[in-house]
């Protein structure tokens, strides 16, 4: 069964998918073990991984090895954050195809023009590109997948840009109307009303992806009670939460002197031998090494 198949049948098992933020093989597997439904290769997180703005700076190839080595380590359906796509329609045709050949069950590409600025820096430079030039985008990438399950999802910025909830709408129908399969919904207002007004209002056919970072109380509660929302994506959980866990281990260290405290307070080395699969290449060298 293909990526994408198994990304619509837990869709339609489970009503809502939970999709995790991963930026590596390591917090892919750690993802699928915490029992999500999918995972979100997340531009921000790999942008943060080496260092840099989400702003187009990482290439599309370095997203892809990544993309690559978690469909390696992990069975989770992956839903790739392709941003604008690298470029224009001939750019997102090329990306679909090697993204779909990657082993990602989605891509999810946004209205913004490249190259682009993230979501929710306070101030942010955020263009858009024409709904017509966008739509050809979207079209662009139906046409480019060899499965049909492979799901293309059109993500507007109209909130994020502070363009209202019409334009917002007025955009979302015309990438429907362009094929895509989902419609993603990005706001940064620090409540949900903005994106549950959306949501309310929205009465297209293709089922509705949130990332709810900037309004955290939005939970699956409020989301069920909606309705039409198919998707929320933990945008940014997994580099936030190792980010955290690194500075306080971090500081502590110095501040103990060594490493004698935190040592029962952080993984042992065992586990990170279990992650590795080091029993596999014990068996392996039983079996193997003469
Ligand atoms: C990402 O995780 O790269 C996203 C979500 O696109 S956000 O950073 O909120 O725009
Ligand atoms: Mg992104």
Redesign the pocket.
């Known amino acids: 069964m293909s990526q994408g198949k198994i990304l619509k049948n837990r869709i339609a098992e489970r009503g809502l998918a939970h999709v995790m933020?991963a930026h590596s093989p390591l917090s892919a597997r750690l993802a699928e073990e915490a029992g999500f439904d999918g995972l979100?290769a997340?531009?921000?997180?790999l942008s943060a991984l080496f260092g840099l703005a989400?702003v187009s700076l990482v290439s599309m190839t370095q997203h892809l090895d990544m993309v690559r080595a978690m469909a390696e380590q992990s069975s989770l359906p992956i839903v790739a954050?392709i941003d604008t796509g690298f470029g224009n329609a001939i750019n997102v045709i090329y990306a679909t195809q090697q993204y779909e050949r990657a082993g990602a069950a989605a891509v999810v590409i946004e209205d913004k023009t490249f190259p682009k600025v993230?979501?929710?820096v306070a101030d942010g430079r955020q263009e858009l590109l024409r709904v017509e030039e966008f739509a050809g985008k979207v079209r662009a990438a139906i046409a480019a997948r060899s499965d049909p399950d492979f799901l293309i999802i059109a993500r507007t910025e109209a909130l994020i840009a502070g363009l209202g909830e019409e334009e917002a709408l007025r955009r979302a129908a015309a990438y429907e109307a362009a094929g895509a399969d989902m419609i993603l919904v990005?706001s940064k207002q620090k409540t949900p009303d903005e994106v549950e007004s959306f949501v309310r209002a929205w009465n297209g056919r293709a089922p509705v992806v949130i990332?709810p970072?900037a309004y955290p109380e939005m939970n699956e509660t409020r989301i069920k009670a909606l309705g039409k929302i198919a998707m929320v994506i933990y945008?940014?959980h997994a580099v936030r939460a190792s980010i955290t866990a690194m500075k306080d281990v971090f500081s502590r260290i110095l501040k103990d002197r060594g490493i004698h405290n935190v040592d029962r307070d952080i993984v042992s080395v065992e586990e990170v031998f279990r992650l590795q699969k080091m029993d596999q290449v014990k068996a392996d060298e039983k079996r193997f090494l003469a």
């Open positions: 933020a979100w997340s531009g921000f997180e989400d954050d993230t979501s929710l990005h990332v970072t945008g940014n």
